[in-house]
């Protein structure tokens, strides 16, 4: 997928000026945040839950390559195939020969993050197959030409007059006078349109939330059951898959399942979670005739063994940006690239590069409700530090900001100027203030004070306060 | 394009070179343990009361995601529990039934004016019977599993999805229901292999992409009764 990370800036000024932003923010603070809280309250092994999930994706993490090798023997075993994909386009033309191969014109779809990742749709259109998003919001922004939003809610900015558009425009055969307002209205006419695809439609591409060594399985976990008809239906059936999404075993599976629902949707389960092991077998009613595994790497197997392996046990749950003050400012666009949020912020640089990326990381506030609420206990903020260390020593930081850490510095080491300077500085800012206590326009704070004000300082420094606390303690 | 097979070594050398995998360091027996004897995480104690308990919870759970939980006394009892629910819900007195003789075996006679079929699902049948293999309890969930006897096609196409589940296959935990797949099927370090599909099915279909309002039948069923058989404790 092309990425727009680079104008990070100019995509966050835009969005904070956009209305539909704002009103998706109030979706997902009304919606994900109470219902995950609540979900998380009535399971008292919930914290336990995530300490174990953590453990489990650490041990996997540890044996990748002994895991993959014995998930793919299960495949192999079941009858299925597995393709080794080391880039993006590896995957793209694994995908392309297994459809050629198929004689395949339509292809329906599952919600994939991968697929995203490696810009599969507008590759098989490019080469003659059309491809079909059927997840309800994955199908709306496909009508509507754009990437997803958010990873688990892709049209979450978008509301009903902007779908309405989209369905008025797309389905010019319905008649021009139909009622489309209500949810039901358009969660119908989608589900119409899209029966008829799922029936004819060659193949179909599906992703994985987890892989499973024990038994060699992939599964997928949905509400809607786009993702089941789109594989139990067509003759062939193609998996998406990350390396990192490999588990050891059932039990494992059925630990973080409890951690993934409740954190993403705030629900006590997903509505389907479908374990698909090989081909159709002898004597089977129904099922897929061809089942394949495409096994991308693009840059996973680079974040192993480094300071960034932790964000590889993520499970896409959403729950990062769902909390996240930053991404609720400026919506999931803004980040321009796949993922969004405090994990994208970690994962975008993983894989496009920092020099591409280098503001996502520095979206942050630091506040740490994103590894607070992550069921794999992620440590996000301090890997996004890492990646602000990365891009100053590849001396990316722009001069200006480098020039100010450089002051900084100079001072924080000698802490009799640094106490001299700061009981300066307050009283200055305060006296420039004059009576407000804020000030509208501060040199060299100019992205700062475009958008609010600063406040002055009101009183002494921390470290006076503090200096007087201790005193105050002694006997 | 490299030839098959160079990519998954390229792939597998670069992951063991960062984690300096070398033969002999343990790696391969913690492997081969874990699977052979795989962990129980952390279980819930909702689900750990006894029979009776647990029949109470996956029938609350399973109500409270809007699946609708019927109590029939007896396997022969359960054309007479379709013919009532299909007619309370205003809905065409035909069903397809997975072909499984547990279910294609029952007195359908008894009810002459339904349309009685069997096989996988067609896009026009409205209403599929299935057998359920176990249900859980923690969260009211079915579990379902593909074969001669169990279409896939049967959970998803149809508008009205109806599961028979014998009170005795509830268990507690979804660790407890995947350990009698495991022995139904041998488990996978004995060669045992799963089956194509397992559906864990938790109420109808919904989804909440428009405005984030839950909606009730996006592309699966739009409606899911569970015919809970009274057969006593296993």
Not at chain 1, 135 to 156: C, F, K, M, T
Not at chain 1, 228 to 233: A, E, G, K, R, V
Not at chain 1, 420 to 448: D, F, K, V
Request: glycine share 8%; net charge neutral; proline share 7%.
């Amino acid at each position: 997928m092309d990425t727009t990370s680079p104008s990070f800036k100019e995509n966050a000024r835009k969005a904070l000026a956009d209305p539909l932003v704002a009103r998706s923010r109030g979706h997902i603070k009304a919606g994900f945040i109470a219902k995950r809280r609540k979900a998380v309250d009535r399971l008292p092994e919930f914290e336990a839950l995530r300490d174990a999930a953590r453990d489990i994706k650490n041990h996997t993490l540890a044996h990748l390559d002994l895991y993959l090798e014995r998930y793919e023997a299960q495949v192999l075993a079941a009858g299925g195939r597995v393709h080794w994909c080391p880039t993006a386009e590896h995957a793209r033309q694994a995908v392309l020969e297994i459809c050629r191969a198929a004689g395949a014109r339509t292809v329906t779809k599952g919600k994939s993050m991968i697929s995203e990742e490696i810009g599969l749709n507008d590759f098989l259109e490019s080469q003659g197959i059309v491809p079909v998003e059927t997840d309800l919001g994955e199908y709306i922004i496909q009508l509507r030409n754009e990437p997803p939003s958010h990873i688990i809610a892709p049209a979450v900015h978008l509301t009903r007059t902007e779908i309405e558009a989209a369905f008025r425009s797309h389905h010019d055969h319905l008649p021009a006078e139909r009622p489309l307002s209500e949810p039901a209205d358009f969660v119908n006419e989608a589900r119409e349109i899209l029966r008829q695809k799922f029936v004819d439609a060659d193949v179909g591409i599906t992703g994985a939330n987890f892989l499973v060594a024990e038994t060699g399985s992939s599964i997928i976990v949905t509400n809607e059951g786009n993702g089941d008809l789109t594989q139990c239906l067509p003759k062939v059936h193609i998996v998406i898959a990350s390396l990192e999404k490999v588990v050891p075993t059932l039990d494992d599976v059925n630990v973080i399942l409890r951690v993934l629902a409740r954190s993403a949707t705030g629900q006590e389960c997903s509505t389907y979670t479908t374990f698909s092991t090989g081909p159709r077998r002898p004597g089977d009613a129904d099922g897929p005739e061809q089942y394949h595994v495409i096994l991308l790497d693009n840059g996973r197997s680079n974040m192993l063994g480094g300071e960034f392996q932790e964000a590889l046990r993520c499970i896409r749950c959403g729950a990062c940006m769902n909390h996240c003050p930053v991404y609720h400012a400026v919506g999931g666009h803004a980040y321009g690239w796949v993922y969004p949020g405090p994990i994208g912020a970690v994962l975008t640089p993983a894989f496009i590069g920092i020099e591409k990326a280098a503001h996502l990381p520095n979206a942050s506030s630091f506040c740490g409700r994103c590894e607070a609420v992550c069921p794999m206990r992620i440590p996000l903020p301090k890997m996004m530090r890492h990646w602000r260390e990365r891009e100053f020593e590849r001396h990316l930081t722009p001069r200006a900001a480098r020039w100010g850490l450089g002051l900084w510095a100079f001072f924080a080491r000698r802490p009799r100027l640094y106490h001299a300077a700061t009981a300066l500085a307050g009283p200055a800012l305060r006296a420039m203030a004059g009576g407000r206590g804020r000030l509208r326009r501060l040199p060299l704070a100019g992205a700062w004070t475009d958008h609010r004000d600063f406040p002055a300082p009101e009183g002494r420094t921390f470290h006076q306060i503090w200096a007087e606390r201790q005193k105050g303690r002694q006997p | 394009m490299n030839a098959p097979g160079s990519n998954r070594d390229e792939i597998l050398a670069a992951l063991r070179g960062r984690l300096h995998r070398q033969d002999g360091d343990g790696g391969a027996e913690a492997v081969a343990t874990r699977i052979a004897k795989p962990a129980r995480g952390p279980i819930p104690a909702r689900g750990a009361g006894g029979h009776e308990a647990r029949v109470a919870l996956f029938v609350a759970m399973a109500e409270e995601v809007a699946a609708r939980v019927v109590r029939v006394p007896s396997p022969e009892a359960v054309p007479e529990a379709v013919a009532d629910y299909l007619k309370s819900e205003n809905l065409p007195a035909e069903v397809r039934l997975a072909p499984d003789p547990g279910l294609t075996g029952l007195p359908w006679d008894s009810q002459p004016l339904m349309a009685v079929s069997e096989g996988p699902a067609r896009p026009t049948d409205p209403v599929s019977l299935t057998g359920a293999f176990a249900g859980i309890a923690e969260t009211g969930t079915l579990m379902l599993t593909s074969g001669a006897a169990g279409p896939t096609t049967l959970n998803f196409l149809p508008e009205t999805h109806m599961a028979v589940l014998k009170a005795s296959d509830i268990t507690g935990c979804y660790e407890d229901a995947w350990d009698r797949l495991r022995v139904v099927q041998g488990a996978a370090r004995d060669g045992g292999t799963l089956p194509r599909t397992v559906n864990l099915i938790t109420g109808p279909s919904r989804t909440a992409d428009i405005e984030q309002t839950i909606q009730l039948g996006a592309h699966g069923p739009r409606r899911l009764c569970i015919l809970l058989v009274d057969d006593g404790e296993a």
